[in-house]
């Protein structure tokens, strides 16, 4: 497995983590910066990536604030994937606590 897979990996679980400690749902300014802080030297587009590849594996789900932010909000079985409790090929398995 490259690197760059293993990032994407770990993003995606990150973005599902985000979401969790957020409430369920948090747009996609508020993810980005999530990810930044995470050590994360990404750009928007990328984190709209993150959550588009998550959104097609529906593990979030999208709608738009005024049409053009894009709000993500955690699905059941996104919340399963996040608390490692399914797994989904492409995002990183939590460590056990």
Same mark, same amino acid.
């Given at each position: 497995?490259?690197?760059?897979?293993?990032?994407?990996?770990?993003?995606?679980?990150?973005?599902?983590?985000?979401?969790?400690?957020?409430?369920?749902?948090?747009? %996609?300014?508020? *993810?980005? +910066? #999530? &990810?930044?802080?995470? !050590?994360?030297?990404?750009?928007?587009? /990328?984190?709209?990536?993150?959550?588009?590849?998550?959104?097609?594996?529906?593990?979030?789900?999208?709608?738009?604030?005024? %049409?053009?932010? *894009?709000? +993500? #909000? &955690?699905?059941?079985? !996104?919340?399963?994937?996040?608390?490692? /409790?399914?797994?989904?090929?492409?995002?990183?398995?939590?460590?056990?606590?």
């Amino acid at each position: 497995m490259s690197f760059e897979t293993l990032l994407q990996e770990d993003r995606r679980l990150a973005v599902l983590r985000l979401l969790v400690e957020a409430g369920g749902s948090a747009n %996609e300014s508020v *993810l980005h +910066a #999530g &990810l930044r802080a995470l !050590g994360n030297r990404i750009g928007r587009e /990328d984190t709209r990536r993150i959550v588009e590849w998550l959104k097609e594996r529906r593990l979030v789900e999208i709608s738009f604030f005024k %049409e053009t932010i *894009l709000v +993500a #909000g &955690l699905t059941e079985r !996104g919340l399963d994937v996040a608390n490692g /409790d399914a797994t989904v090929d492409g995002v990183k398995r939590p460590s056990p606590v």
